[in-house]
Structure formats: structure tokens, C-alpha cells
């Protein structure tokens, strides 16, 4: 090494060393003068790779320091370096202890090697009342090494569960003495200091899957710390006995149970690692694979056995478990509540069958809750305790249901007291006794008894019917029908008694004029069961609503029969009103006549004429005598005397009594007709009018002369109307007429001969 230079000789300095050295040499230890202060021992300690610095004692300037070094185990020094205060000089071998260099006589070492273990002499030479002195320096040099980053070794990082495992935390180097600490940490969760585990080895026996995780150590000596990288020990277990759960929870004796129509989530978890394959079976077939089996609609037919199947594909084991689901459905609809009377007592019936598990029912009325039953129950009440409007209400519960399932029962009485009527079958074979008494819960019980009290046949709700064999002896004969309610005394009843029907008719003799409307009128007086009325023509047949010339029309008891357009030959006679029922019948007889109107005045043709063309003709007529008549009737035919004779047809009809003339159209020029004529009073027609053939009009002149100079006239006009208009538009061609004067400077060739002329005519004609 190099160090500082001074002036002084090389060859002197070393032999200085060497005389200062002589005696160590010798003796290997210092040979203090009687002057020599004591010695002094230091021990000092340094860090591998870091620095120290060798103090030589305190005192004048030395002359001379001089550094030696003896290793550990050796007695012989080794010299390191020397400075005489101006030079330096460190040896070559110094290198195995760091760099060394001198500072003001201390010895500094960087780098600092493990070489440098061992005992360092300073020697130190000065001068001391003009004579030289030695001074010697002990330190003791501890070099400390900082422990290496600890690894962690397992000895099977992947044990079975029962398997012993050993832990070793490996440190390469580091000083005496080394500490370790161990830390545990789960695969999921935070770690955890192993206490009392303070050596670099320790033993899990046997290992269980608590001991899963990361392992890491620390090692500590008096320079440092270092921990190390996790280490994961992964225990192979299982699987355990799965455990299933559900979602929503039900718990039923036997395992689980679910709504209809809910999602229902089974899960399967099975302690194990490697994880487990789960397989799903229901009633021994498999329906999924996975931990979880989701059923999106339960419905009745997932009711069955699951198994969850847990396999290691590692250690290659199997565990199952098997649950029972049974799928909960109500019942259909709601519960019915019914009551029923006994004597002095009711009995309130609630009943809501089927179902999984059956609905629990339960009655609670106003003295408070009742018994309690599945699907159904029954409470008994005595009738005394119990008052018009008590309620009673049946509650139904179901696991499958989130609000209960109700239906009530109010008591009430029935309003009024029974009905009484009767009715006859079809052909009046049998009399039907009806009784009603509607309303009430529960509904009044009903019975008919005789005239005995005895009762008829059985008694039955709200409404009794009894049927008897329709006889004459029945007429006059009471029936009773008596009414029962739990709520309600003394008890109501109704008579009833049956009797033949009887008549009474409006008029026994009506009259009506021919071709007027008649009505007859038959009233029912009495009678039960209720009677059938209906009428009897002349010839004893049935007037039903379809027959012609006839309407029935009833009103309540009433049957009135009305007659239109009457005809004596068909509507007079003799017509009865016939009352029927199962108890007998009864008939009324009324006469209907139907009179004519007066005969018409005679009527004669007074003129019949054609008109233009031959295809009308004009009528005129007048009236013989006196007598009522309400219109004329003209008939017409063709004529003997014609190519078609034929027929009379009407040609007129509806024509005012007022009128004596008619014009008649559509006729055939080609046919030669015949008319008469006929007075109308109503439906009475009178004698016919003689028959007459249409004449031609007589002829006259006087027209057609007018009508020839008119034509003449207008006809001569409008000729000299038109020679006027020529000649004044050629004035040449008559000279006679003035030509125009020419306007002087003007061509008469310019001139305009087209001007129009203004020509006034006035014509007057007399007859």
C-alpha cells in the first residue's frame, strides 16, 4: 500500500522499525523502560463489509506508530503499517483484513473481512524529557458477520393429513448466537406467531389440516434480522361427511321442504383439499354435477331423496349424504265454512282438504277461539248462547302460504215467513206444493203437513216442494208448510188451499159491425193450483196466437180475445173461455155477432169518353137515391166485343165519397174496354153501374181555324223580317230605297257595306 512520504531516508526509517521491533521479536512481548506508561487493552468491535477505526492510546506526537496484527490462534505478529507522522507505509498482507490506511496514528479499516479477527499491537515512539519512550496499544478486533436470509425447508410440503412433517429454518451464515421466530398463516386469514418455537427446527406430528398454510421464520443476532419467504405446506385431506344446506330454509322432520312454484337452492359443501367433485343424485339418479343444484320451479315432482356425492380425485376417497325434500303445496281455493241446525245446537262445519302437509283449520267466534284440526274441524254450539249477527271465522294455515287462508259464517235470521204456492205438471197428472223461505244462515228448514198436522214426505232448506195426485176430492183441502230457525221462535208457517177455478166474462153478448174489431174479454176468478185459460172458437177448436184473424192477449188473470176484420161467415157464433187446473175447470160462453153496414146509394155512368190517343179515358158519374157510402170502386174488363175479353179488375179504388169524375190511365189503344162503377159503404158494396164502352170526343173547328192563321201569322212575319234585312244590306238590288251619302274626301271603295242596320217590326195579331 502506499502511504504519505516525508524527507527522511527510507533505509533509516526501516532500520528505526527494525531496532523498535527487535525486541518483540524476541520475546513476543513488549519490554516496557522503568519510564513506560501501563498498557492498554481495548476490545472493539466491526460489522463484515463495514469500517473500524484502531485508536492508538492518547499522548505527545509520536515519533514512530507502528501497527501489528496477530490472527486468532497465532503468536506471531504480523506487521501492518507504520507512519513516522510525515510517511506512511501499509503492508501488502493488510489486504486480508479490508482497506487499511492510517489516520493521525489510528489504524482504519473499511471493508472489514472475518480475516480481521484477532489482536492488534500499536507501538508507539516518542521523546519524553529528551529521552525516547515506547508506548504499547492492545485491541482486541470482534468482527461480526449479519445472518443470511433465512430460507424455510419442509420436509413434505404436500403431507396427508396424520402424517408427521419437520420445519427447518436454514440460515447460511450469521455471528453467535442466532434467535429464530416462527409465523403461521392460513390460506385465507392473517398470520399468526408460532409461541415458543424459538429453535430453527421444529416438528408437526402428527400434521391435521389446521397446520395448512404459509410458514415463515426469522433469524436475529446482535447485528440484524432477516425473515424469509413464505414456505406453503399443503395438507391433502378429506373429504369430510358433506354437509347440505338450502336456500330458502325449510326444515321438516325428515330434512327439507319447499314451497311449489319457489326456486330452491340445495348446496353441498364437503371439507376437503384438493376441493371435492360434487355429483348429485334424487332418488339414486344423477341430476347435477357441482356443489350447487339450483331447481328454478320446485314442483311436486321434485319430492325425493338427494345425495350429494364429495370425491378427492387425489386420494382418490368418496363421502355422501342423503336428504329428504319434500315439496309443500296448498290446498286448492279456500277453506268453505258451512253450518248445520240441530235441534237446539248448530254445528259450524270448515273443511280445506288436500294439500301437503294438510292445512291446519281453527274456529274462533265471538266468546273466542274454537277447536283446532288438519283439512278439517268441527264446532258445536248451543243455540241459546248464539244471537242474530254472531260471526264466526275458520282460519287456515299452510307453510306454503305467507297470509292465512279465511272464510266466515254469519248467523242471521231469515227475513218475513215462509211462502206457500202450487203449480200442476204437464198434463195436470200431479199438483206440486211449493214452500220458500229464503235467507237466513243456516237456511230455515221447511215441511208441509196436512190438514192433520201430519207431516208430507221430508222437510228440507229454504225451500220444500211435495207432489200430489192431481183428483177432484182435493179441491177445498188446506195444506200448512211450517218454517223452523235456530234464531227464530214461535214457528212461522203458511196455508195453502187448493180449489177449482172460477170465471166471470166482461160481456156475454158482443157485436161488431163487418170488417171491425171485436174483443172478448175472460177474467180468472180464484183457483189453486193457478188455472189455464184459453178460448174456444164457433166450432169448438182452439184459438191459439197463430191463428188467422185472432190475437190472444193476457194480462195477469185476464185473457182477452180480440177478433179483426170481422166476417159473418167466419167470426159469428158462439165462443167460451175454458179454465183448467188439477182440481178442476170451469167454461163461460159469449155470443158474437157481426152486423153489416147500410146498403149504398145506386151510382150511373153520366159520361165516358176517350182521351187523347185512345189510351185514357175520362169518367163521370152520378148518384141514384139516398144512402150512406164512404168511397167508389171502378172495375173494368176487356170486351166482349174486343179480341181479350175477360174478368172485371179493379181500375180505382179509394176514391172520396165527394168525387164524381175520374180520368183512367194505362190502357191498350188495341183493346176495347168495358167500366162500371160501384158505391162503397165500408165492407157493403151497392148494386154495380150499368156497363158502358168508352166514345170518342165529338169533333169541333173552331180550334183548328185559330190555330191555322196564328201559324199563318208568325209565318208571314218572320218572311219580312228577312226581305227587310236582305234589301238593307243590298240597297242595288231594289233602287227604289235611297242609297246613303258618301262622306266627302272619303273612297267610296274604303266605304263599309257590312254595317249593321236597326229594323224595328212590330206585329200585332187579333183572333
Known amino acids: 500500500m502506499v502511504g504519505q512520504r516525508a524527507q527522511h531516508d527510507p533505509v533509516s526509517l526501516l532500520l528505526l522499525i527494525r531496532l523498535c521491533l527487535l525486541h518483540l521479536r524476541a520475546s513476543g512481548q513488549p519490554h516496557p523502560t522503568p519510564e513506560a506508561p501501563a498498557e492498554e487493552v481495548v476490545s472493539v468491535q466491526g460489522v463484515r463489509g463495514g469500517s473500524v477505526e484502531l485508536a492508538c492510546g492518547s499522548g505527545p506526537a509520536p515519533l514512530l506508530v507502528l501497527w501489528s496484527f496477530t490472527p486468532l490462534g497465532s503468536l506471531v505478529p504480523r506487521p501492518v503499517a507504520v507512519t513516522d507522522g510525515a510517511m506512511s507505509k501499509v503492508e501488502a498482507i493488510a489486504s486480508a483484513l479490508g482497506v487499511v490506511s492510517l489516520r493521525n496514528g489510528s489504524l482504519v479499516l473499511g471493508e472489514l473481512r472475518e480475516g480481521a479477527r484477532g489482536h492488534f499491537l500499536c507501538q508507539v515512539l516518542h521523546v519524553a524529557g529528551g529521552q525516547l519512550h515506547t508506548a504499547y496499544s492492545h485491541v482486541t478486533l470482534a468482527v461480526l458477520v449479519p445472518v443470511s436470509k433465512p430460507q424455510v425447508r419442509l420436509s413434505n410440503p404436500s403431507p396427508v393429513e396424520g402424517a408427521s412433517v419437520v420445519a427447518t429454518c436454514a440460515v447460511r451464515e450469521g455471528t453467535e448466537p442466532v434467535t429464530f421466530a416462527w409465523q403461521h398463516q392460513a390460506s385465507q386469514g392473517l398470520g399468526e406467531a408460532l409461541v415458543g418455537v424459538t ?260 222437510s228440507s232448506s229454504s225451500t220444500a216442494v211435495h207432489l200430489l195426485q192431481a183428483q177432484e176430492d182435493l179441491a177445498g183441502r188446506e195444506f200448512t208448510c211450517r218454517g223452523t230457525h235456530l234464531l227464530r221462535t214461535p214457528d212461522p208457517h203458511c196455508h195453502l188451499q187448493l180449489e177449482a177455478p172460477q170465471l166471470d166474462v166482461a160481456e156475454p153478448r158482443v157485436s161488431v159491425l163487418e170488417g171491425g174489431e171485436a174483443w172478448l174479454e175472460c177474467s180468472l176468478r180464484g183457483g189453486t193450483p193457478p188455472a189455464q185459460l184459453l178460448w174456444l172458437g164457433p166450432q169448438q177448436q182452439q184459438v191459439d196466437h197463430g191463428t188467422s184473424g185472432f190475437m190472444l ?119 176495347l174496354y168495358a167500366f162500371r162503377i160501384l158505391a162503397l159503404n165500408h165492407h157493403t158494396a151497392g148494386h154495380p153501374s150499368e156497363v158502358k164502352i168508352p166514345a170518342d170526343p165529338p169533333f169541333s173547328a173552331y180550334p183548328a181555324v185559330l190555330g191555322a192563321a196564328g201559324t199563318g201569322m208568325v209565318v208571314a212575319t218572320v218572311a219580312s223580317l228577312l226581305v227587310f234585312q236582305y234589301a238593307a244590306r243590298h240597297p242595288e238590288t231594289f233602287p227604289c230605297l235611297e242609297t246613303p251619302t258618301t262622306t266627302p274626301g272619303l273612297d267610296p271603295a274604303q266605304e263599309t257595306t257590312d254595317a249593321p242596320v236597326n229594323v224595328t217590326i212590330t206585329v200585332t195579331a187579333t183572333p
Open 199 to 458: 429453535e430453527p427446527l421444529f416438528r408437526l406430528d402428527p400434521v391435521n389440516r389446521t397446520h395448512l398454510g404459509w410458514y415463515m421464520c426469522s433469524a436475529r443476532n446482535s447485528v440484524n434480522r432477516l425473515s424469509s419467504d413464505g414456505a406453503f405446506l399443503d395438507v391433502i385431506f378429506g373429504p369430510d361427511k358433506p354437509v347440505i344446506t338450502m336456500e330458502p330454509l325449510g326444515l321438516a322432520e325428515e330434512g327439507f321442504w319447499a314451497s311449489e312454484r319457489e326456486e330452491v337452492t340445495l348446496s353441498c359443501l364437503a371439507a376437503s383439499n384438493p376441493p371435492s367433485h360434487y355429483v348429485w343424485l334424487r332418488d339414486h339418479t344423477q341430476v347435477h354435477t357441482g356443489p350447487t343444484y339450483i331447481i328454478a320451479r320446485a314442483g311436486r315432482v321434485h319430492t325425493g331423496l338427494y345425495t350429494c356425492l364429495a370425491h378427492n380425485s387425489y386420494l382418490d376417497s368418496r363421502t355422501q349424504t342423503t336428504v329428504q325434500l319434500t315439496i309443500y303445496y296448498p290446498p286448492e281455493g279456500q277453506p268453505s265454512c258451512a253450518v248445520h241446525p240441530s235441534p237446539g245446537a248448530v254445528t259450524l262445519l270448515c273443511a280445506w282438504p288436500e294439500g301437503l302437509p294438510p292445512a291446519q283449520l281453527q274456529w274462533e267466534g265471538p266468546q273466542g277461539p274454537g277447536p283446532t284440526a288438519p283439512s278439517n274441524v268441527t264446532w258445536s254450539h248451543a243455540a241459546a248462547q248464539l244471537s242474530s249477527g254472531s260471526i264466526f271465522t275458520c282460519t287456515g294455515r299452510h307453510p306454503a302460504l305467507a297470509p292465512p287462508a279465511l272464510c266466515t259464517v254469519t248467523l242471521w235470521e231469515p227475513l218475513g215467513r215462509p211462502t206457500c204456492w202450487s203449480t200442476a205438471t204437464m198434463g195436470h197428472q200431479f199438483i206440486m206444493l211449493s214452500c220458500e223461505w229464503p235467507g237466513g244462515e243456516p237456511p230455515a228448514t221447511l215441511s208441509w203437513l196436512d190438514e192433520q198436522q201430519q207431516p208430507l214426505g221430508s
Open 553 to 671: 192477449h193476457p194480462e195477469g188473470a185476464q185473457l182477452r180475445l180480440g177478433i179483426y176484420d170481422a166476417d159473418p161467415a167466419h167470426h159469428r157464433g158462439t165462443y167460451q173461455c175454458v179454465a183448467r187446473n188439477a182440481v178442476g175447470n170451469s167454461s163461460r160462453s159469449v155470443l158474437l155477432e157481426v152486423l153489416r153496414y147500410p146498403a149504398p146509394p145506386n151510382v150511373t155512368i153520366s159520361r165516358l169518353t176517350y182521351g187523347r190517343h185512345r189510351r185514357e179515358v175520362q169518367l163521370q158519374w152520378a148518384i141514384a137515391g139516398p144512402g150512406n157510402l164512404t168511397g167508389f170502386l171502378v172495375q173494368r174488363k176487356a170486351s166482349a166485343l174486343g179480341p181479350g175479353a175477360g174478368a172485371w179488375e179493379t181500375a180505382a179504388s179509394d176514391i172520396e165519397p165527394e168525387s164524381r169524375g175520374r180520368r183512367l190511365g194505362g190502357l191498350d189503344p188495341g183493346v
